[in-house]
DNA sequence: CGATCAATTGATAGAGGTCAAGACGCGTGG
DNA sequence: CCACGCGTCTTGACCTCTATCAATTGATCG
């Protein structure tokens, strides 16, 4: 990504160790101060918030090749704790020490700054589904994007987390997750044994998604003038 | 913020001449090649996006002294039409130069990285709320605590935008959002004349929002190791 | 082989969406 | 200055979707 040898060494440098976790294993707690930033090598991480009100809302899930704790930028601590669902590896990047050199690598500053807004584009996308179908369609059709976009199979994935947590994340219950995921099956959209799912049908798994951040359409919204 | 006056002057430089718009100008256009940040200096703007289906969904609102824009650094390209509200000013920053810039000024390019991580925090804000009445509350709590952030009053707000725009935005009826405005007036909570609204007890409206991102408590979530 | 936890299935009730009608403001023009 | 028309907002009646409660099945593990 236009980094030159010597530029490579020094970032080496910086990523600690590979750290092998198992389920459960708590990557940073939230209220910590941010240090560090994490990058998934494999395996998989949710992060949990719990609210003033003692409410825990998992806010995302995390797969192989992406990072997390960027959203400790800003406040200076975490702002969930992050666990593993299932075995995992992770590595370590200290933040400090990364925007130092990203002010003498130009390449990686830019890099630093896509992977930040690639993330608000992540957390503003699942604003638009309306019903439970859609949500949990988006949810699988996600999944499988992020999966496919690593090198994993794009027509099959294992869920590592329980109905529950699925349910938690997109706000709902895990009864309807249960209802939705057979009524999916039954429609031949998906075949699923316990965790493991198939898509059979993604274009209409993307349908009933109902959305997904249709890109460059230069109509005119509601409200707006023309300018001529 | 720890910018000596030489930076400063190269800052003021890239910043282009404050523009003045009205309601239903467009700031830049879905799809539109990213080139500029903007920063809202007075009114009130919307950012639309519509999906693959045609349906329009109003992704936020800006207000003064807030950025937009830092959505579109990762795809390169304007995600969403950003439209004013009402008589507005704008200023501009162009990226490629506010970046070669953050390079020499070690403070700028750790602001942009804050500001950048402040965006993932607000737009995971809401995916706690349960109840249409947790999002509305939760939606004029957080109204008003940017406005007061940014030196306006703390007890009273003037909605720049329609009911229909507000419902759009959490994702609910606009006769949702009217009943339970009125609902919250009953309640003593709010008091409403057409768009502006009074805040006569802000502890209960936060109350009501549900959750509001409690800070830095060292709870166990489920299904965590204890770190011995 | 019980014990435990996850997942499914069924019955019920309530929150909120939808449809339809009416009220209120506000600008325009006679 | 008032009447009209249009858009925004409100109010009411109804009905669907999904949460909730409860019970059962299925899988995993000591």
Chains 1, 2 share one sequence.
Not at 9 to 26: C, F, M
Not at 77 to 83: C, D, F, R
């Amino acid at each position: 990504m236009g980094i030159d040898r010597d530029d490579l060494k020094k970032l080496e440098d910086l990523i600690r160790n590979d750290h092998v976790q198992h389920e459960g294993d708590i990557v940073f707690r939230q209220g910590a101060a941010f240090e560090k930033i994490y990058a998934v090598k494999s395996g998989m991480y949710k992060s949990v918030k719990v609210d003033a009100e003692g409410h825990e809302h998992i806010t995302g899930f995390h797969l192989p090749g992406e990072l997390v704790g960027l959203d400790a930028i800003y406040p200076k601590k975490y702002g969930n704790t992050t666990v593993a669902l299932t075995s995992s590896v992770l590595c370590q990047f200290n933040y400090a020490q990364l925007t130092d050199l990203s002010a003498q690598i130009p390449a990686l500053q830019q890099q630093l700054l896509r992977l930040l807004s690639k993330d608000i584009n992540n957390a503003n996308l699942f604003f638009t589904e309306q019903t439970a179908e859609q949500k949990l369609a988006g949810f699988v059709h996600n999944l499988l994007k992020r999966y496919e976009a690593r090198g994993y199979s794009g027509s099959e994935l294992i869920l590592q987390m329980s109905r529950q947590d699925i349910a938690n994340h997109l706000g709902m219950a895990a009864e309807t997750i249960s209802r939705l995921l057979k009524q999916l099956q039954t429609k031949g959209v998906l075949q699923i044994v316990r965790r493991e799912i198939k898509i059979l049908d993604q274009v209409e798994l993307l349908h009933l998604a109902g959305c997904k951040a249709g890109d460059e359409q230069p109509i005119n919204p509601l409200n707006s003038n023309v300018s001529t």
